[in-house]
């Protein structure tokens, strides 16, 4: 008896501790890991969540996509703008994006495009990694999809789709681009921006 009550007990103790160390969209109850491990030329890095958010289709309210960002556990983010850094940042970095529902294509690679030109409205720079990018996307999205990008320093940004490896892409410039869609000066949502990079509430 004292021992399946000992079994119990740990069993509690390791439940609140899994909880403890995950991040948790609210309206989907999406959680993701607060901390994770990538391998570089350097080693295993420690990356961070910085924060998670919802994309939903305002008028309807219809959930599109949860997300989540980290970045290297020794990035200085500082108190300023942390979305601003986490933009620019030289340094490890990661995001996972989870489609709560299925749409085209085109809808999905138009929506990179969309933001990333709101942003950048030369796109001339960054045309062919563009192609290349929007290339990974054979098919149209499906609920379910888990999409991961993950930038290294030295190497670029890689792209998986449901864990398989669509391709890096090298250009500083197409990285910093990518991530301009989420914390760029002008982002798909200036709500998931403030969340995703953990910004205080105002």
Known sequence: MRHRLALAALAIVLLAAAQASAIVEAKT??????????????????LVATGVALREKTVMKVDIYTIAS??????????????????????????????????????????????????????????GDMQVFEAYFTRDARS????????????GVTTELNGEVKGTIASPAFVEALWSVWFGAKPVNEGMRASLSGAPKS
């Open 29 to 46: 109850g999406t959680e993701y890991p607060d901390q994770l491990t990538v391998t570089t030329d350097a080693g295993d890095q420690v």
């Open 144 to 155: 379910g999809d888990v999409i991961l990008f993950t930038y290294q320093p030295g190497q």
């Open 70 to 127: 980290y970045v290297a556990q020794s990035a200085d983010l500082g108190s300023a703008d942390r979305a601003a850094a986490i933009w620019k940042l030289d340094a490890p970095k990661r995001l996972r994006m989870d489609l709560r529902r299925s749409f085209s294509r085109e809808k999905l690679i138009g929506a990179f495009r969309e933001v990333i030109t709101e942003n950048y409205p030369d796109l001339a720079p960054i045309a």
